[in-house]
């Protein structure tokens, strides 16, 4: 069974920053591709980032680009999105998620982790 536990989140003033962290297993961090999802209130879950476990290759939702940015530790199986420059409209529970696929837009596994809140104040 894939397990993945979010951290990090919290309330920040738009244009701060953030760092998230979704702590999975060796066998999961290492096999499968690893996503972070947002739901803000009233809205359908949309696709922030991913990472590509076969070659590293990363992916960000236009909204996020140049502002986000994915990466792993590899010595502690946590996967980090560092969100700079945060605005309002980026508040939204965010989840991480694993085994997803990317084919022209990125689709999420069945894995999520339990989501963890961010507010960002105007």
């Known amino acids: 069974q894939v397990q993945l536990v979010e951290s990090g989140g919290g309330l920040v003033q738009a244009g701060g920053s953030l760092r998230l962290s979704c702590a999975a297993s060796r066998r999961t961090f290492i096999t499968y591709n690893m996503g972070w999802f947002r739901q803000a209130p009233g809205k359908e879950r949309e696709f922030v980032a991913a990472?590509?476990?076969?070659?590293?290759?990363?992916y960000y939702a236009d909204s996020v680009k140049g502002r986000f940015t994915i990466s792993n530790d590899n010595t502690k199986n946590t996967l980090y999105p560092q969100m700079n420059s945060l605005k309002p409209e980026d508040t939204a529970v965010y989840y991480c998620?694993?085994?997803?696929?990317?084919?022209?837009?990125?689709?999420?596994?069945?894995?999520w982790g339990q989501g963890t809140q961010v507010t960002v104040s105007s």
């Open positions: 990472l590509m476990r076969s070659d590293s290759s990363t």
């Open positions: 998620n694993a085994g997803g696929d990317y084919r022209s837009t990125y689709y999420p596994g069945a894995a």
